[in-house]
Every structure is written in structure tokens, then in C-alpha cells.
DNA sequence: CGTCGCCTTAGACGATGTCCAGAATTGAAA
DNA sequence: TTTCAATTCTGGACATCGTCTAAGGCGACG
């Protein structure tokens, strides 16, 4: 890229990350993707750009990101942590099909009485979702 | 146990499997147990009771049940798929400070517009609940 | 220019899960 | 009961995922 896509420097450092080329190229892929990637396809997709990238970097950063609150991680696919990039809230489908997740709007589903549940102080939630894609 | 407290052979010949030792032993622990464990849990445990089975019969009669449908997988922990002997609905709360996973009745929470999403036939869907225990 | 501290690297390591070939067990039939 | 085929079980090899560590590199700052 001759001009950069994203002022990923700012954002790093916004959050109180020191930026550095392996960290730069990380969050450019990461924090724009809506593939809801696992840390070794972040690693593969760094790659095409930064070839000499160690798989040590990629999952060391991915943590940092997630420790500073630029990324989530999601539990919901077979064998792997997934990293989301959206930290607004919302729902998440999962293709049986394929696995795929697929984001939902927060306002599209309502969950009620959460609130009320004993013995337990809800942080967050979600609702997750299974199923296919319409044809 | 002089008298076995279920009557494992019978559910798992009604779900199309045929009983063995090994899959009776796995099936008493794993069907009436609320914890929610790992594979390698139920490994563990099973083997307080059959100190000889392998990793592999283990590993295969889970699956197997829940191919079968005596069993569900929930991904919701870091690292490890988790089995549900509980086939009913219901939602699922996960301790954010031990990892501990607790059922949330069905009726407890209502969930609403499900049914309105574009693009998706869903199938089954759940809320998951992050938080803490109160004290 | 030198030093200090942070960052990156490669590989070892442990945990999880699958696969395979051979052994053991089972069930059915004679 | 004996035989035989099919199913099940076993142990180990293998692949993947994620973490850790020791060493070296690099940049910020004096």
C-alpha cells in the first residue's frame, strides 16, 4: 500500500500500544477483516504482505490487542478461538454448514429478564445462534 | 455399584448403540453429570471407575453420542469443547473468574425476533451469559 | 555513540483431538 | 460349543493449537 488504508499507528497508540511494523501489519488485517478469524489464519493472512513474520508475534499481539480492548475473542466454533474486531455489541450466527460466523445486529433480537437472574452479575451476553443461510 | 443406578444399557440401545463395557461406563458418567466436562475430563473420571480404558475409546464413544444425539457439544470455553448431557433447551452462564459453566433454565430469559432475521433459518439458538457469581 | 529495555524470533513444549493397524471381543450361525 | 465375521477397543503416531523461553535485534533516549 503507498497510501495506508487505515491511520493504525493512532488507534495502536490510542489504546496504549507502542506500534511496531509486526504489530502495524497485525492490525491492519485484524481490525478491517469480517472473516472472524482464528489466530494461525490472522497469521497466514499477515503473511502475504510481511512473509518474515514468526507465528510467536502474530499470537503475542493478538493477546496484546485483546488485553487493550481492540479486539474480543469468541467462543464458538469447533477447535479454535476466533478474534473479533467489532466491539460494539451484537449477535452472532454460526453456518452449520460451514462454520462460518456471521455477525447479527444488536437491535434485531431482544433478550428480556436478564436482569433478573439470581445469584449471578451478567457482564455481557450474546445470543448465539445456529443454522444455514437462506438460498 | 451392586445395582446400577441407571438403566444405561436401555437408553443407549433406544438411541441405536450397541452397549459395551466401556461405552456404559463413559454413559454413567457423562449422561448424569452437571459439570460440563472436556473430553480428557471424562477420560479422567471414567477411569476412577475403569482404570484401563484409552484415550481413544473415550474420545470416539463421545462422539459417537452425540452423533447419536445422547449428547451436545457447547463451545464456549477457551481451548476445549465441552459435553451436555442436557438435550433440553436452556442458556448457559460461564463463571468469567474459574471458567465454571452453569445452566440457565429456558424459561428464565425470553428471547424475541428470532424469527424476523433475513437471510438465516435458525435452527437452534441459546444466550450466553458472561459474569460473575454473586457472593 | 552506547546502553537499556522492549520486541521479535525460532523452536521446544504441553494439551487437545484424530487416525491407523492390530488385537480383543462380541454376536450369529452351524 | 465351535467357528467366523463384524464390531469394538487399544496404544501409539500424528496434526493442530496455543504458550513459553532464551537469545538476539532494534529503537528510544541520554
Redesign the pocket.
Known sequence: MLVPKHKTDETLRDHG??P????VAVADYVLYTKEHP???LVWNRVRDN?P????????????LFVEKGLLRTLDLA?????FDPKMDKHHHFVDEEDGSIHDVPWEKVQVCNIEGLRGYVVHDYQVVMHGVKKK
Open positions: 500500544i507502542q511496531s511494523a509486526q504489530r482464528s489466530a494461525d510481511f518474515w513474520i514468526s507465528r510467536a508475534t502474530v499470537y503475542n499481539t493478538l493477546n469447533d477447535n479454535a478461538v476466533v
